[in-house]
């Protein structure tokens, strides 16, 4: 949590664990216990990096931080300013809790009201597109979503295609992320409003596949 507040980021994030898929219940059962114990810790956490990366030299690392990456490249980190305060467009650093649960609807709903419980800026609905089908993915985030406030921003990590990320905004999805485009992207593929462009097509391909001539 110092390492986030030092580094600025409009918005921060819990620490959570990710149940791989497939996972026994027991397993994701427990790994549900322990995101929610973690969250919890973090909400505490926040607010006294935040005066401590306030109070830091500039650079915005904490001595703490510091110690605990003193193996670690600090270059980067140190040239980033503090974005906490007055000139900053958002005044704190905001805390996004994470929603775990695997593939088992009464974990996902177990979680998810435990961690709006704790009252948390923003929720993200997490361990989704881990390998598991399609159906499961999306049952993840309906088992889930009916329990966040309506007020509150709806995050689902890791989604997705284009056509994952309408099916979350039709399930009350506002945010998202994913290495997907960038990944395709390095590879010659580009997501269009057509649908899919392959880069490396022949010119007069790319031209027919672009103006339809």
Request: hydrophobic share 40%.
């Given at each position: 949590?110092?390492?986030?507040?030092?580094?600025g980021?409009d918005?921060?994030?819990v620490l959570?664990?990710?149940?791989?898929?497939?996972?026994?219940?027991?397993?994701?059962?427990?790994?549900v216990?322990?995101?929610?114990?973690?969250?919890a810790?973090?909400?505490?956490a926040?607010?006294?990096?935040?005066?401590?990366?306030?109070?830091?030299e500039?650079?915005?690392?904490?001595p703490?931080a510091?110690?605990?990456?003193?193996d670690?490249?600090l270059s980067a980190?140190?040239?980033?300013?503090?974005?906490?305060?007055?000139?900053s467009?958002?005044?704190?650093?905001?805390?996004?809790?994470?929603?775990?649960?695997?593939?088992?609807?009464?974990?996902?709903?177990?979680?998810?009201?435990a961690?709006?419980?704790?009252a948390?800026?923003?929720?993200?609905?997490?361990?989704?597109?881990?390998?598991e089908?399609?159906?499961?993915?999306?049952?993840?985030?309906?088992?889930?979503?009916?329990?966040?406030?309506?007020d509150?921003p709806?995050?689902?990590?890791?989604?997705?295609?284009?056509q994952q990320?309408?099916?979350?905004?039709?399930?009350?999805?506002?945010?998202f992320?994913?290495?997907?485009?960038?990944?395709?992207?390095r590879?010659?593929?580009?997501?269009?409003a057509?649908?899919t462009?392959n880069?490396?097509?022949?010119?007069?391909n790319?031209?027919?596949?672009?103006?339809?001539?």
């Amino acid at each position: 949590m110092e390492i986030q507040a030092a580094l600025g980021s409009d918005i921060a994030m819990v620490l959570d664990e990710c149940a791989p898929y497939p996972c026994e219940y027991d397993y994701a059962a427990r790994s549900v216990e322990m995101t929610t114990r973690w969250a919890a810790r973090c909400k505490e956490a926040l607010p006294r990096s935040a005066e401590n990366a306030e109070r830091s030299e500039p650079g915005g690392h904490t001595p703490n931080a510091q110690s605990r990456m003193r193996d670690a490249d600090l270059s980067a980190i140190r040239k980033m300013p503090v974005r906490l305060g007055p000139q900053s467009a958002i005044k704190r650093q905001l805390l996004f809790g994470i929603i775990q649960g695997a593939t088992f609807d009464d974990l996902r709903k177990q979680s998810a009201q435990a961690i709006v419980d704790l009252a948390f800026d923003g929720y993200a609905i997490g361990g989704v597109s881990v390998g598991e089908p399609e159906d499961e993915m999306v049952r993840a985030v309906e088992s889930s979503e009916p329990l966040l406030p309506d007020d509150k921003p709806r995050y689902a990590m890791g989604l997705g295609t284009p056509q994952q990320l309408l099916e979350m905004i039709a399930r009350g999805m506002d945010m998202f992320d994913c290495v997907l485009p960038t990944r395709l992207a390095r590879n010659g593929t580009a997501f269009t409003a057509g649908g899919t462009l392959n880069l490396k097509r022949p010119a007069e391909n790319f031209r027919a596949a672009t103006f339809g001539t």
